[in-house]
């Protein structure tokens, strides 16, 4: 692959916007990338285990949802448009949406899309994916932070994010889009090797 840059009549180097269709093309350097706007991202490195540990966690609390939804989750490429990629930590898909899904990925809006806040990804998870979640009509963005140990709900309403809610400690997470989703807070963060991880250094 070429170095993502080219040339105009002028002699200025003008980035090449990259297309789903060449990252996909790309050959796999054990790297993990987004494409925001058509600019190839790498991502942070890769997740500490204490984020996987939670993320998996999480994955076992929504499990009361699989009767109605699809639940996804990293690495996966969600493809919001040709030149907006994302790998969100976690996704839920609408059975009534199966067309969206494919061997790519998921194609489009899913119903519900949750990052998991690392040291490296504050910022692209709170600002950057948020306003990509926006504008490609994603109904629902949740944030994990780890750290403060709480969930943040976004929801969309007339095209815009609104805070729904902000859990933390013994709240029961909850939504009116899913009403199959009720855990506590605080049991994402729950069990003597979530607690051990923790506490590493």
């Known amino acids: 692959m070429d170095d993502g840059n080219k040339k105009g009549k002028d002699g ?8 789903y269709e060449i990252y996909a093309e790309m050959p796999d350097d054990g790297k993990r990338y987004e494409i925001f706007d058509g600019k190839l991202e790498l991502m942070s490195p890769g997740p500490n285990i ?24 990293a690495p996966l490429d969600v493809i919001l448009s040709k030149t907006n990629v994302m790998q969100p930590d976690l996704v839920l898909v609408s059975k009534d949406r199966w067309e969206i899904v ?6 489009g809006a899913p119903d519900l899309a949750v990052e998991i806040l690392s ?11 948020h306003a990509v979640y926006e504008k490609h009509g ?3 963005y949740w944030i994990v932070d780890p750290t403060a140990r709480t ?13 729904g809610e902000l859990f933390e400690e013994q709240d029961r997470v909850a939504s009116e889009r899913f009403p ?4 506590a807070v605080d049991e994402l963060f729950k069990g003597d ?5 923790a506490s590493l250094s």
Request: glycine share 6%; hydrophobic share 40%.
């Open 151 to 163: 969930l943040e709900q976004f929801v969309l309403v007339d095209g815009r994010y609104r805070v």
């Open 193 to 197: 090797v979530l607690e051990r991880l």
């Open 102 to 107: 494919s061997k790519r990925g998921v194609e």
């Open 180 to 183: 199959c989703v009720s855990f």
């Open 119 to 129: 040291p490296g990804s504050r910022k692209r998870d709170r600002v950057r994916k």
């Open 50 to 73: 204490f984020h996987q540990a939670i993320s998996g966690k999480l994955y076992l609390l929504v499990q009361s949802c699989i009767s109605n939804y699809i639940v996804l989750y």
């Open 138 to 140: 994603v109904p629902e």
């Open 12 to 19: 200025e180097v003008r980035e090449q916007v990259v297309t």
